[in-house]
């Protein structure tokens, strides 16, 4: 299975962006998947994580009300929709496979099943 992530930018605060996570080589909706992020000198956060039944996604808190995470078996792609950037949301976007919903601990994916990631700026 290979991923292509796409739509990091440089945005104002506020404003909105979609990040996609395309799969070729296999179904992606055989999988769960997430996102996650990581900022320069921080811990990797999950932030949102699907089931591969889609049954309830997983949000980190920071996100909540304001981020989407939803896939598109036809075009074998999952999506994050973020809307409502805020500066703390600046960091290296990674779709992840196995990511999971740990409770006590939030969505997590081991590092070995990182896609590539695309940078996400907010500026104030």
């Known amino acids: 299975l290979h991923l292509v992530v796409s739509g990091g930018g440089s945005v104002q605060a506020g404003e909105s962006l979609r990040l996609s996570c395309a799969g070729s080589?296999?179904?992606?909706?055989?999988?769960?998947i997430g996102w996650i992020r990581q900022a320069p000198g921080k811990d990797a956060e999950g932030v949102a994580c699907?089931?591969?039944?889609?049954?309830?996604?997983y949000y980190t808190d920071s996100v909540k009300g304001r981020f989407t995470i939803s896939r598109d078996g036809g075009e074998n792609t999952v999506y994050l929709q973020m809307n409502s950037l805020k500066p703390e949301d600046t960091a290296k976007y990674y779709c992840?496979?196995?990511?999971?919903?740990?409770?006590?601990?939030?969505?997590?994916?081991?590092?070995?099943?990182w896609g590539p990631g695309t940078q996400v700026t907010v500026s104030s």
């Open positions: 080589g296999a179904s992606l909706d055989s999988f769960a």
């Open positions: 699907l089931s591969e039944g889609d049954e309830s996604p």
């Open positions: 992840a496979l196995h990511a999971r919903h740990v409770p006590g601990y939030g969505c997590f994916a081991p590092t070995d099943s």
